[in-house]
């Protein structure tokens, strides 16, 4: 299967920007959407970006105009920018890949984000 590593984060101050990254291990084929989720402490886990098989994007509306997920097809990567950054921001970020005819999901561990002040 496919293996799905976060890095990227760690300690930042508000306002502050990180830029998160998600590797796979090997190309992924047949490709429905690929996305960004976080899950705040003591919260449910919740979508930040997505980004279709299309190239179309969709943020939550918490971190519009602040956020931007891309991918890089060479380096088989996918990317969070996340600028302007905000103590509710902190949370453990997610890398998910939706693959295959039956829409499997693959997740990371997950790579945790602390917003200080």
């Known amino acids: 299967q496919v293996q799905l590593v976060e890095s990227g984060g760690g300690l930042v101050q508000a306002g502050g920007s990180l830029k998160l990254s998600c590797a796979a291990s090997?190309?992924?084929?047949?490709?429905?959407?690929m996305g960004w989720y976080r899950q705040p402490p003591g919260k449910q886990r919740e979508l930040v970006a997505r980004?279709?098989?299309?190239?179309?994007?969709n943020y939550a509306d918490s971190v519009k105009g602040r956020f931007t997920i891309s991918r890089d097809n060479a380096k088989n990567t996918l990317d969070l920018q996340m600028n302007s950054l905000k103590p509710e921001d902190t949370a453990v970020y997610y890398c998910?890949?939706?693959?295959?005819?039956?829409?499997?999901?693959?997740w990371g561990q997950g790579t945790q984000v602390t917003v200080s002040s």
């Open positions: 998910n890949v939706k693959a295959g005819l039956r829409i499997v999901d693959y």
């Open positions: 090997r190309s992924i084929f047949s490709i429905n959407a």
């Open positions: 980004i279709t098989y299309a190239g179309s994007t």
